[in-house]
């Protein structure tokens, strides 16, 4: 059983370049969670998406956007990048039901210089 | 706000030792709490999760216990060893909300 999965492993982009990331959930999945987590802080909640439609976003600015395909895999992408996004980028996969537990990804390092 | 506090923010113990850290939260209504444990650079692993009902989860040597009343929670590690370093996440959800608060984490040191 394939546990949550994320490409690529780590990433260098120049201020003002747009990046994409991309998540598959855990098998059987459906729900997808994107977090940014900046060196010794926690996982700050970017947006979160079920049924191809952002369900809930968190106080990112729209330079971040998403997206959920038919198969649950999701992409993050995030335009004209700032030195502060710098970051690890986390994908979290649930099931719409239950206790909603989340099964992370191991996450894109994202540098931008 | 809903907030989520973790103490101590870093803890250096010796292999074999036991310790425990805190978290104590604002968010409500109250929906669960987790544990994780984040190594550096991956992605966190649930150790544990409770809803209201529920005041101590054991999962090997990691034991969590929350009183909903003082919304306080705290993860006991037994016997530590050196694979135990890492940084421990607590996390609460808030009911009707997909949105969990996340602690910043007690980055525990286990030296030999």
């Known amino acids: 059983d394939a546990g949550v999965t994320q490409s690529p492993t780590h990433l260098i982009k120049t201020r003002g370049q747009q990046v994409t990331l991309r998540c598959s959930p855990k098998s059987g999945h459906d729900t997808v969670s994107w977090y940014q987590q900046a060196l010794g802080q926690g996982p700050q909640f970017i947006f979160q998406?079920?049924?191809?439609?952002?369900?809930q976003r968190g106080n990112f600015p729209d330079r971040f956007s998403g997206h959920q395909f038919p198969n649950y895999s999701s992409e993050l992408n995030v335009n004209a990048l700032l030195l502060g996004d710098s970051a690890l980028y986390l994908c979290?996969?649930?099931?719409?039901?239950?206790?909603?537990?989340?099964?992370f990804g191991p996450g894109t390092r994202l540098t931008v210089t | 706000k809903n907030q989520v506090e973790q103490s101590p923010q870093s803890l250096i113990i010796l292999e074999g030792k036991n310790c425990t850290l805190q978290c104590n939260y604002t968010v409500s209504p109250f929906s669960n709490l987790r544990w994780y444990k984040q190594d550096t650079g991956r992605g966190p692993v649930s150790l544990t999760i409770?809803?209201?009902?529920?005041n101590t989860k054991s999962n090997g040597r990691y034991t969590a216990t929350l009183d909903a009343d003082t919304k306080q929670s705290s993860l006991h590690i037994t016997a530590s060893q050196l694979s135990d370093s890492a940084s421990y996440i607590c996390?609460?959800?808030?009911?009707?909300?997909?949105?969990?608060?996340f602690g910043r984490g007690t980055s525990l040191i286990v030296h030999p």
């Open positions: 979290a996969s649930s099931l719409d039901r239950g206790n909603y537990e989340q099964y």
């Open positions: 409770m809803t209201f009902s529920e």
């Open positions: 998406y079920y049924e191809e439609e952002e369900r």
């Open positions: 996390v609460v959800s808030e009911g009707g909300s997909y949105i969990p608060t």
